[in-house]
C-alpha cells in the first residue's frame, strides 16, 4: 500500500479536468492505497454543497456520482483555506468530508506521503 495526495486546482471552468483528480482517488482508494484529496484554486468550488450535481466531463462518469464515492470511503477531502476565502467558502459551505486546511497541512502532507500526483 502507497500513500498518496492527490492534488486538482480545476474547478467548473473545466469539467473533465476537474474530474479527474476523483477519478484517481477512487481508483487509488480501491486499490488499496491510503488517498488524501487536495483541491485548491477553482478546485475549491467543487466542496461547495451543490456544485459537484452540474459538473460533467467530456466521456466521464458525473462528478457528483465520483463524489459521493470519494465520501462513501471516507477520503479526506481537504480545500485550501486561501483560495476557499478569495471565493467566499466558509466550512459551513462545503460538503461532508470537507475541511479547510493551509499551506503547512499540504506541505507536510506531501514531505510524508509516497507520492503527489496533481491536476
Not at 466521464?60 to 459521493?68: I, V
Not at 479526506?76 to 493551509?102: H, N, S
Request: glycine letters at 10%; a negative charge; one cysteine or more.
Amino acid at each position: 500500500m502507497k500513500t498518496l495526495i492527490i492534488s486538482g486546482s480545476r474547478g467548473t471552468d473545466d469539467p473533465t479536468m476537474a474530474t479527474l483528480p476523483f477519478i484517481a482517488a477512487k481508483a487509488a482508494h480501491e486499490q488499496g492505497h491510503d488517498v488524501v484529496l487536495w483541491l485548491w484554486n477553482e478546485a475549491v468550488t467543487l466542496a461547495r454543497r451543490g456544485t459537484a450535481d452540474h459538473v460533467v466531463g467530456v466521456n466521464l462518469m458525473p462528478l457528483k456520482d465520483l463524489l459521493a464515492a470519494v465520501q462513501a470511503a471516507g477520503i479526506p477531502i481537504w480545500v485550501c483555506g486561501a483560495c476557499a476565502v478569495a471565493r467566499q467558502i466558509g466550512e459551513a459551505d462545503l460538503i461532508g468530508g470537507a475541511t479547510i486546511k493551509g499551506m503547512p497541512d499540504y506541505i507536510a502532507t506531501v514531505l510524508e506521503r509516497d507520492r503527489s500526483i496533481a491536476f
